[in-house]
């Protein structure tokens, strides 16, 4: 069994002086964590132009996602910070508009309709296979860029039914990882009152970063909502973007705009894609180095070929190892490790008063790795999930009910959960049968928390090919 223990960026020992925490958030908020942040059950934060409250007691996060999510809608900074380049979607907006939006997005998403677009994501998988397989014998692979590819790639293909070739691929990563690098800077200064503080060129970069996604996006969509509105969009009628066009609000018979359709699928595309994207890379990280995991991984997906193997998804429910590595990485590296919101009016939560407007921040980061709430909470151990130890089991399961929140929870969990889950079993399985992944000497990737948590110095791994029998 592996025991493995990823780097993280240390905490420091004691809680960073309000000074330290403006500077050090600015390149990732892990680093303004210190150790007993791991530890309580509600922290707070006093600062120039906000209060922040820090909550990991499971009870208080189910009070503020679950029972009480009207009193706690998403953060006003927050959704500042992403509306350059996700509109008023679901992801920033409150309200009547958030629950307009997403009872007309929900069936696009339920889980029949993930699996009709299951073929895509295998013809995805396949040019993935095809880009490795022309890679020379133990070559360094930039782990993340290939996995912004595939996942970027299998977004395209089931919302707008077309492929994502390696320079436009290329463009939507380096627009990404420009706009979030820039990101903490540009919300933090309102953290501090000082909003004025803000670059103007830090500013304009971040929209060009924005502009660009979103004009690639926009240029896609155009024709097939043009085709729509004319009565003839006949034959991609089974994407997502076909499910989109013809919702309709059940009250006033009206469907998305060509505005409100490019902020959906923007979102669509950059919060599926991304945090896809930063999931399978942390689990080809972990599995370089957890031999015995990766090996085992490798013996549960060689008897079956799943690009071309009948049967469609309900294969992947024979891959329960595939499954756990994926689940375990969700916990060690959550893709989104901070979920903001604020008070809607003043309230109580635990023994501390939370005025009206503060920030209240669940953090899937610290929750799945405190110390209280699970066992070795730091080791990548993918057989926690299925140990055969009664009371161990018994121990994950409670873990799991209450600890556990990777794509959130309560009315705004995430829209695309299903499908998530379906594509990366999908690809882990279909890129560990034919190959093998094996640690860099010397690279170690640095975990840092901006929109979501990424490597600073990117995931590099040694790729070998696997002989597989005829």
């Known amino acids: 069994m592996s025991h493995f223990c990823p780097h993280y960026p240390p905490p420091s020992a004691k809680r960073p002086s309000a000074w330290r925490m403006f500077f050090s ?31 990991n ?55 029949a309709r993930v699996s009709l677009v299951y073929g895509r994501m295998c013809e995805a998988a396949e040019a993935m296979l095809q880009r490795l397989r022309a890679m020379p014998d133990g070559v360094e692979l930039d782990v993340d860029v290939e996995m912004t590819h595939v996942a970027a790639d299998i977004i395209l293909r089931t919302i707008l039914s077309q492929p994502l070739d390696g320079v436009e691929a290329r463009r939507v ?21 000082v909003r004025w503080l803000r670059p103007w060129w830090e ?21 097939r909502f043009e085709a729509h509105a004319s009565g003839d969009d006949a034959g991609l009628s089974d994407d997502i973007l076909g499910s989109l066009l013809r919702a309709r609000d059940p009250d006033t018979g009206a469907g998305f705009s060509f505005d409100e359709l490019v902020d959906q699928v923007a979102m669509l595309f950059l919060a599926g894609h991304e945090t896809s994207a930063s999931a399978l ?5 972990l599995l370089a180095h957890a031999e ?10 060689v008897p079956h070929d799943l690009l071309t193997e009948p049967g469609g998804p309900s294969v992947l429910k024979d891959l329960p190892l595939t499954r756990n590595v994926f689940r375990e990485t969700l916990r ?10 604020e008070s809607a009016e003043g309230c109580t939560l635990r023994d501390k008063h939370v005025p009206a407007g503060a920030a209240v921040i669940v953090s899937p980061w610290l929750i799945h790795r405190h110390r209280q709430l699970w066992q070795d909470p730091d080791v990548f151990n993918p057989d926690r999930y299925d140990s055969g130890d009664a009371a161990a089991d018994q ?18 969990v995430c829209i695309g959960t299903a499908f998530a889950l379906q594509e990366a079993s999908l690809i882990l399985a279909s890129f560990c049968r034919e190959f093998r992944v094996a640690p860099v000497p010397g690279h170690v990737p640095e975990p840092v928390g901006r929109l979501t948590v990424r490597s600073a110095n990117g995931i590099r791994l040694l790729l070998s090919k696997r002989m597989l029998s005829a």
Request: aromatic fraction near 10%; glycine fraction near 6%.
């Open 281 to 285: 890379s942390w689990s080809l990280h």
């Open 332 to 341: 060690l590296f959550p893709p989104v490790g901070f979920l903001a919101r």
């Open 57 to 111: 007691e499971p009870a208080v996060v189910r009070r503020v996602l679950v029972e009480q999510s009207k009193a706690f809608p998403k953060a006003a900074l927050l959704a500042d910070a992403l509306r350059p380049l996700l509109g008023d979607s679901i992801f920033t907006t409150n309200g009547a508009v958030w629950e307009r939006q997403r009872s007309l997005m929900n069936p696009s998403f339920e889980a």
């Open 203 to 223: 500013k304009r970069r971040s929209q060009q970063a924005a502009t660009e996604i979103r004009d690639l996006l926009a240029a896609m969509i155009k024709p």
């Open 395 to 412: 121990a994950t399961r409670e873990s799991l009910r209450q600890a556990y929140l990777p794509f959130g929870m309560g009315p705004r």
């Open 292 to 301: 015995d995991v990766q090996e085992r991984l490798h013996v549960e997906v």
């Open 173 to 193: 990563f380096e627009a990404f990882e420009r706009y979030q690098v820039l990101a903490p800077r540009l919300m933090l200064p309102a953290f501090f009152g």
């Open 25 to 55: 958030k600015r390149r990732s908020w892990l680093d303004g964590l210190y150790a007993r942040s791991y530890e309580m059950k509600m922290g707070e934060v006093r600062l120039p132009g906000l209060d922040l409250f820090m909550v």
